[in-house]
């Protein structure tokens, strides 16, 4: 059974950071991918970073510069460092995998979903 973790949400200002971290258990695919996703009240969801596990990376073109995807594989960890806080940032922030494909955005590949943490960004 995969289960998804994920933590390091909160409230911030704007121009501040957080970082998540999803912690993976029950997952032991050699090609995966996994993501981050968010999704603001009233706003559709949103793929923002993923990393497969060739070390491909990918960015919405929203957060490029100033989030960066990491992965400790050994420990099954996935992260997200968020710099340079928006309110456009504040949303529900989801991990996330995928099975047997290349690094990827697209929400209908993967297939297991954490239960969210809550980012607040305040101006």
């Known amino acids: 059974q995969v289960q998804l973790v994920e933590s390091g949400g909160g409230s911030v200002q704007s121009g501040g950071s957080l970082r998540l971290s999803c912690a993976a258990s029950?997952?032991?695919?050699?090609?995966?991918?996994m993501g981050w996703f968010r999704q603001a009240p009233g706003k559709e969801r949103e793929g923002v970073a993923a990393?497969?596990?060739?070390?491909?990376?990918m960015y919405a073109d929203s957060v490029k510069g100033r989030f960066t995807i990491s992965e400790d594989s050994a420990k099954r960890m996935l992260y997200l460092q968020m710099n340079s806080l928006d309110p456009e940032d504040s949303a529900m922030y989801y991990c996330a995998t995928a099975r047997h494909v290349a690094v990827t955005t697209n929400a209908v590949f993967f297939d297991y979903w954490g239960q969210g943490t809550q980012v607040i960004v305040s101006s």
């Open positions: 990393i497969d596990s060739d070390g491909r990376i």
């Open positions: 029950g997952f032991r695919y050699k090609k995966y991918c």
